[in-house]
């Protein structure tokens, strides 16, 4: 086990490296840079620039440096803590993305446990009573759930709510209390304004969820080790849920890793109609304003997040299942 | 120039502005009130929220607080009621805009309602010499920052000193313009020079816009802390907090003029009616601004203002949150993101329920969109073709506009090429609707004219060396949907004469990218300068990098992008010496007649094809907010809503 865990860590080590590469190539792709989307933005709005001012502007940030010095001089920070600095906040990268990121991972990680507690009981009812009315309502929500939109779903609820109860459905907390420290008052608050994007992000997610779930449970169910459990007079519930259901979690397990830069690209448009204070909209934001050290911190951080989801999922299923513990020798 | 009360009485008695008028009539029936009036011996009365601090000490009494000669203000309607909640939105980051049109607004001089004349501000009067190479000013007596301390021309001379400093690049301003180099020389507390290498005619209408602000944001007292020449310390206290350099220290701590920095630093003072409480940082859902003690105006009853108290703006990246909140009545004054062409209908019905009103903004832009063909085009051919003012005839009649405007704008509007608006003092009616008569054999004959005589199989007209003309139009749709719309129409139209037109929808970094090598056939935008004929006239000559159809021409003109420049065609080269000559002059009437020249010269030319006047835009109002005109003229450099003095604006 030793190992394995010594390993991975060598490979995801490895793999940081080279996506901090990959996001800095991408991050530089589009045509033009920061000082040119600002160009844009003040003209937009009818003002104009200096030629001369954008030249001096640009030498100062060093965007006229070749890429592998930018690159090193990026990675360079990063090994030590620094991320640079915001073009557009013009100010330190890691002031901005702590908090966004934390309500992302708070936000979704609700969204997830959602989902799951939803689901997977749905998912093996679904599964077990086969062809049943139940299992036929859960497949026609589960498929309307995954054929709308978030966006969309997102956009409908705010309008009913406030046509039916004359409220503006938006963002995570209401202003008086958005800087203020933890405390009881605040997460109610949370909780008040929370419910909201967590059914948006949570229902597309069930439906897919209930789907697999199904599946893989009914590849197992009739297998023979189910056969003689039950024959071993094994209770039904227990013959189900101690062997079929966790082999059929195996794969739900297996993609845990994914599941955080999932949700996060997922959310971006709930997250920008809805007015959610997550990594979301910062990083399309400055994905557009070509902003390169925030969108590049972001994309990083989310690898990096991907990376050790992947790692604890490797981890829970060498656990689970002893198969891939002992697998590939 | 104007001394103090004369001031005020033009001000008051501005015959061309309505109230002025009405106050006027009341004038001739009333002298012994308006003698009141125009001079401020009334007791000065602050608003409640202050008391309780004056009382306790925290702030001197309100007579010691605001100058000599506050600026008096005449209210839109009356004189109103202290207290309120301004509540608006931001869309989410870099709208620093809206700040600029509400709070930021208050320049050394200012552009009066009307947008007709330039009226004093921070400063009470100033002269300028007959070549206009030196203007001097005079600061009201006793202004002060919103910290308390006094505003003088140290100040200004430290913005000027910062603006110039290589090391520190700032936007386009005058003070940086390396065509005309400028020097400030301070005098006493109150007056100072600005001496310009060469004349400067255009000095009091970029200072009354809204980047006048630039040269009156900076504090001396607290920026010079930033900068080495005043604090040896400086490059080390940047290197201590973290920053690359005094300069990047700076722009965060004492960002100049609109930039967002400015709301994120609580320390940072101010001139303006409201200063920021609740900072505009990256995470922030709302940035909040309450009243400054020290604002140096008062309404004609000696009120200081503003009346309002507070100003609260949700940050939202959502316009669909903006727009519910409006519906709902949570917005108390916007012109937007949400007031849209296509949201009109939603917000006209929802004004019962929401408890607002519309009204009326006249748009500063002249026709909906320009088509603006590359007349310095790389490949000769398309270069010669573009160049043949009967091909561009030939485009414009092809078009039928009407129809666009039905469908597109509800028909609101009409045919209008880019040219003043009906409403500017330079409107020519033939400018502006010559060849917009839909016609497509009178296009047809043109299009001949201009050697575009043979066909291809699918009806597409021919090229001298036998390539069938095709023109990529490059358009942003993310910053205006409408202008995808209009272009579908255009296809399809010129199609019928044998045009072939490719839409070429770009991210905007692309879409500027692509100018310094003149490497697009076509680009469209709105058309801009339709009221501010004279600042923004990028479509009447090559006049800025904001003229694309004339990239290689303004860059010669300006001295930018030496690789590409060219010299320009002789009747543009001959608008160029007409332009410089007007900036050199100091008088109006001879700026309006050299303008007017330059005009006729575009008119005969005829280098772009618009399509139709910008229908009347919208702003949402709660109907308890007073002293708001039912119509404005919405522009940038006149920053609305700000010159309708939002400081004088009340809840009843």
Known sequence: MLSFLFRRLIAMVLTIWAVSFVAFAIIQLPPGDYLTSYMASLSAAGDRINPETIAALRERYGLDDPYVIQYFKWIGGIVQGDFGESFEWKAPVTDLIWGRLGNSILLEGLAILVMWLVALPIGIYAAVRKYSLGDYLATIGGFIGLAIPNFLFALVLMYLWYVYFGQTLGGLFSPDLEGSPWNLERILDFLAHAWAPVLVLATAGTAQLIRVMRANLLDELTKPYVVTARSKGLPEWRAILKYPVRVALNPLVSTIGWLLPTLVSSSVVVSVVMNLPTAGPLLLKSLTTQDMYLAGAIIMLLGILTVIGTLISDLILAWIDPRIRYGGR | ?652
């Not at chain 2, 939105?89 to 004349?117: F, P, Q, S």
């Not at chain 2, 160049?387 to 485009?395: S, V």
């Not at chain 2, 010496?577 to 008088?587: H, N, R, T, V, W």
Request: hydrophobic share 40%; glycine share 6%; charged share 25%.
């Open chain 2, 1 to 652: 120039m104007a001394s103090r009360e004369e001031y005020d009485m033009t001000y008051l008695f501005n015959p061309r502005s309505r109230r002025g008028v009405h106050a006027f009539r009341l004038a001739a029936v009333m002298t012994t009130a308006v003698a009141l009036i125009a001079a401020p011996a009334y007791a000065q009365q602050q608003a409640p929220m202050l008391d309780a601090l004056v009382e306790d000490g925290t702030l001197p009494p309100v007579e010691e607080r605001l100058p000599d000669n506050p600026l008096v203000v005449e209210p839109v309607d009356n004189v109103g009621e202290y207290g309120g909640t301004w509540r608006s939105a931001l869309r989410g980051t870099g709208d620093n805009a809206w700040i600029a049109r509400t709070v930021m607004y208050d320049g050394l001089v200012r552009y009066n309602r009307a947008w007709d004349e330039v009226i004093p501000n921070l400063a009470e009067s100033w002269e300028v010499n007959d070549d206009a190479t030196q203007y001097t000013f005079h600061l009201r007596e006793g202004l002060k920052w919103s910290d308390g301390t006094p505003f003088t021309s140290a100040d200004i001379a430290f913005a000027v000193e910062l603006v110039q400093d290589p090391d520190y690049p700032v936007g386009g301003t005058f003070m940086t313009d390396p065509g005309n180099p400028m020097t400030v020389e301070v005098v006493d507390e109150t007056t100072f020079t600005f001496t310009f290498e060469n004349p400067k005619g255009l000095l009091l209408d970029e200072l009354a816009s809204v980047n006048g602000s630039t040269l009156v944001s900076l504090q001396k007292a607290y920026c010079s802390q930033f900068y080495p020449p005043y604090n040896p310390e400086a490059e080390q206290m940047a290197a201590d907090e973290g920053y690359e350099g005094w300069a990047f220290m700076m722009e965060d701590k004492c960002a100049w003029g609109q930039e967002t920095q400015r709301w994120a630093n609580l320390d940072l003072p101010f001139m303006n009616a409201w200063v920021v409480t609740e900072p505009w940082t990256g995470t922030a859902s709302r940035v909040v601004f309450e009243r400054n003690p020290y604002y140096w105006k008062v309404d004609t009853e000696g009120n200081q203002l503003p009346y309002i108290d507070r100003l609260e703006m949700r940050v939202s990246e959502s316009t669909e949150e903006i727009t519910l909140m409006a519906l709902n009545g949570e917005i108390d004054f916007t012109d937007r993101h949400i007031a849209t062409v296509a949201n009109r209908p939603i917000f006209f019905d929802g004004q019962e329920a929401g408890d607002y009103r519309l009204g009326t903004e006249v748009q500063s832009r002249s026709t909906s969109l320009v088509l603006q063909l590359n007349l310095n085009h790389p490949d000769p051919e398309m270069n010669a073709l573009f160049n043949n003012r009967d091909f561009r005839i030939g485009l414009s009649h092809a078009l039928n506009r009407q129809e666009i405007i039905d469908a597109v704008f509800t028909s609101q509007g009409e045919p209008f090429q880019p040219a003043p608006r009906p409403e500017s003092q330079f409107y020519d009616e033939e400018m502006a609707k010559q060849y917009t008569e839909y016609d497509p054999e009178l296009a047809v004959q043109h299009l001949e004219a201009a050697g575009l005589t043979e066909t291809n199989g699918q009806g597409i007209r021919l090229m001298s060396n036998g390539e069938p003309v095709s023109i990529a139009v490059d358009v942003i749709s993310a910053l205006q949907p409408e202008w995808l719309d209009i272009l579908e129409l255009m296809q399809l139209q010129l199609a019928e004469v044998g045009i072939d037109m490719e839409i070429n929808n770009i991210d905007r970094t692309l879409f500027y990218d692509k100018r310094p090598s003149l490497d697009f056939d076509a680009q469209v935008w709105a058309g801009d300068g339709g009221l501010d004929v004279v600042q923004e006239p990028r479509y009447y000559f090559p006049a800025n990098a904001e003229s694309v159809w004339a990239f290689a021409w303004q860059a010669w003109y300006n001295g930018t992008d030496p690789e590409i420049a060219e010299e320009p065609a002789e009747w543009a080269r001959e608008q160029m010496e007409l332009y410089d000559q007007l900036k050199a002059s100091g008088d109006p009437a001879e700026q309006e007649r050299l303008m007017v020249e330059i005009l006729d010269i575009a008119k005969e030319q005829f280098p772009l094809v618009g399509v139709s006047l910008v229908p009347n835009g919208y702003y949402i109002a709660k109907n308890n907010l007073r002293n708001v005109p039912d119509e404005m003229k919405q522009a940038w450099l006149f920053p609305t809503p700000a010159p309708y003095d939002p400081f004088q604006w009340y809840f009843e």
